[in-house]
């Protein structure tokens, strides 16, 4: 019969066949379900490799004037607000790659003469959009890139009133008043030139006609930092500012200070401070910088901390004080070892005394409160 020599399989064999079938159909609908998340992963992992790295991205091109974390420097407005993260990515794609012409945004794409690559800026865009500003202010502080010093410097009025009495004087204070607003960052305390830009303040530039430092002021120098200032500056500005190049050697040294730079305290660097002071400082100064009577000062008094700045404390503790029992750290510890000793030291700031109650017994005694 034909019927018999078609091959029944027994039951058994039919259970395990449909068990396997809808195995087999399972394994294909999660895997279909799932497919989308994996792809989700992905991109998310993609991401967050993209915003990492345009965090570096902006902590060496950006910092300087949008802030650490994108608030904004003077006037460089600030990248971390709502309108932008909406905005679009065409659109801010543009202003970055091809900078704002006449502003003191520069171009950055290569095409533009800038530095980075078309895929460093489409990371740049996405952090703009979607990234985390407090997560990008630890990368500039991990990579020591906190910007040295805060856009504008302020001129003593005593020195202001001096070069008035000048012949001319009103234009050049006016030009060395602007400067300290607005280029000293850059070009350095006295015009004297930093790291990102040359001296102004030096005779080879002193010499060059008028119309070629109007020109570069103006219209800037594309794919370099100096970016053009004709819209900010109005054209009475712009002369005292070349008055004051042209005549920088009448204004007395000083008159343009470094501006005072705040250490930027992480959690880690306050950690590291906090150990190091306890294992360097504590046995003279003690353990909460309350001082040891007159021989050694009280660090942590409102007097004291108003009075001296960051900066101040770190040369103070790099240098020691010749002479006196304050040794000079500088050839022991790292400047950044010192800066997280200062951290720490300003962070007694806000609740230190008006007077000290100092620790009795010598610098390696047993100490204690009284
Ligand atoms: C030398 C200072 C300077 C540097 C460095 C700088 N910018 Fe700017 N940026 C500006 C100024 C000034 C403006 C505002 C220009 C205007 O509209 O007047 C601006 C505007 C912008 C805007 C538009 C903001 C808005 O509200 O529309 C974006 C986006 C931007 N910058 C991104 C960047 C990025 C990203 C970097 C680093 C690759 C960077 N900038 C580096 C000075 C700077
Ligand atoms: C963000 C940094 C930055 C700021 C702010 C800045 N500059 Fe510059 N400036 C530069 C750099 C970098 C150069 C050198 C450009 C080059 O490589 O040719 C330069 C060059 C110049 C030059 C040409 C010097 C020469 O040797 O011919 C002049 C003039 C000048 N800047 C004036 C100013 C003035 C005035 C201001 C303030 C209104 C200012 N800059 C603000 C970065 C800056
Ligand atoms: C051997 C004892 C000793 C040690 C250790 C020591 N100091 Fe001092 N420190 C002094 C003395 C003494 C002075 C006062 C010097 C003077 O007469 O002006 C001083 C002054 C200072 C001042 C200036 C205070 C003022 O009122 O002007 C600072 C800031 C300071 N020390 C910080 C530190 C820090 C931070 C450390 C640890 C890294 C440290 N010191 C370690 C003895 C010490």
Same mark, same amino acid.
């Given at each position: 019969m034909k019927e018999e020599n078609i091959i029944k399989p027994n039951n058994k064999e039919v259970v395990i066949g449909t068990i396997a079938a809808v195995f087999i159909a399972l394994g294909l609908l999660l895997y279909a379900l799932y497919e989308p998340q994996r792809i989700d992963n992905a991109q998310k992992e993609q991401l967050s490799m993209d915003l990492r790295d345009a965090m570096v991205t902006f902590a060496k091109n950006c910092t300087l004037c949008h802030g650490m974390a994108g608030e904004g420097i003077g006037s460089n407005p600030p990248l971390n607000t709502p309108a932008l993260r909406e905005s679009d990515s065409s659109a801010l794609t543009k202003? !970055?790659?091809? @900078?704002?012409?006449?502003? &003191?945004?520069?171009?950055?794409?290569?095409?533009?003469?800038?530095?980075?690559?078309?895929?460093?800026?489409?990371?740049?865009?996405?952090?703009?959009?979607? @990234?985390d500003w407090q997560e990008t202010k630890q990368v500039v &502080?991990?990579? @020591?890139?906190?910007?040295?010093?805060?856009? +504008?410097?302020?001129?003593?009025?005593?020195i202001i009133e001096e070069l008035k009495r000048l012949e001319g004087g009103d234009v050049l204070a006016k030009g060395v008043t602007l400067f300290a607003e607005k280029c000293v960052a850059c070009h350095g305390a006295d015009g004297l030139g930093t790291a990102l830009a040359p001296a102004l303040n030096d005779p080879k530039v002193r010499e060059k006609p008028v119309d070629d430092i109007k020109r570069t002021l103006l219209l800037g120098k594309p794919g370099t930092l100096m970016a053009g200032w004709e819209n900010i500056l109005s054209s009475e500005q712009s002369d005292a500012l070349i008055r004051l190049i042209k005549e920088w050697d009448r204004v007395p040294a000083g008159s343009i200070p470094i501006p005072q730079s705040p250490i930027v305290v992480t959690k880690e660097l306050l950690a590291k401070g906090e150990k190091l002071y306890a294992a360097n400082c504590s046995q003279c100064h003690g353990p909460d910088g309350q001082g040891r009577g007159r021989r050694i000062p009280s660090l942590n008094v409102k007097g004291f901390l108003t009075k001296t700045n960051d900066a101040a404390?770190?040369?103070? !503790?790099?240098?020691?004080v010749p002479e006196t029992p304050m040794p000079a750290w500088g050839d022991r510890m790292t400047k950044e070892e010192i800066q997280s000793i200062v951290g720490f030291i300003r962070s007694w700031e806000?609740? +230190?005394?008006?007077? +000290?109650?100092?620790v009795r017994g010598g610098p390696r005694g047993r100490g204690g409160p009284p």
């Amino acid at each position: 019969m034909k019927e018999e020599n078609i091959i029944k399989p027994n039951n058994k064999e039919v259970v395990i066949g449909t068990i396997a079938a809808v195995f087999i159909a399972l394994g294909l609908l999660l895997y279909a379900l799932y497919e989308p998340q994996r792809i989700d992963n992905a991109q998310k992992e993609q991401l967050s490799m993209d915003l990492r790295d345009a965090m570096v991205t902006f902590a060496k091109n950006c910092t300087l004037c949008h802030g650490m974390a994108g608030e904004g420097i003077g006037s460089n407005p600030p990248l971390n607000t709502p309108a932008l993260r909406e905005s679009d990515s065409s659109a801010l794609t543009k202003t !970055i790659s091809r @900078g704002l012409f006449k502003t &003191a945004m520069p171009a950055w794409s290569k095409e533009d003469g800038g530095p980075l690559s078309d895929y460093q800026i489409g990371q740049l865009v996405r952090l703009i959009r979607f @990234g985390d500003w407090q997560e990008t202010k630890q990368v500039v &502080a991990e990579l @020591g890139l906190t910007p040295l010093t805060p856009f +504008a410097a302020v001129v003593d009025p005593k020195i202001i009133e001096e070069l008035k009495r000048l012949e001319g004087g009103d234009v050049l204070a006016k030009g060395v008043t602007l400067f300290a607003e607005k280029c000293v960052a850059c070009h350095g305390a006295d015009g004297l030139g930093t790291a990102l830009a040359p001296a102004l303040n030096d005779p080879k530039v002193r010499e060059k006609p008028v119309d070629d430092i109007k020109r570069t002021l103006l219209l800037g120098k594309p794919g370099t930092l100096m970016a053009g200032w004709e819209n900010i500056l109005s054209s009475e500005q712009s002369d005292a500012l070349i008055r004051l190049i042209k005549e920088w050697d009448r204004v007395p040294a000083g008159s343009i200070p470094i501006p005072q730079s705040p250490i930027v305290v992480t959690k880690e660097l306050l950690a590291k401070g906090e150990k190091l002071y306890a294992a360097n400082c504590s046995q003279c100064h003690g353990p909460d910088g309350q001082g040891r009577g007159r021989r050694i000062p009280s660090l942590n008094v409102k007097g004291f901390l108003t009075k001296t700045n960051d900066a101040a404390l770190e040369q103070i !503790i790099t240098l020691g004080v010749p002479e006196t029992p304050m040794p000079a750290w500088g050839d022991r510890m790292t400047k950044e070892e010192i800066q997280s000793i200062v951290g720490f030291i300003r962070s007694w700031e806000p609740t +230190a005394p008006e007077m +000290a109650e100092p620790v009795r017994g010598g610098p390696r005694g047993r100490g204690g409160p009284p």
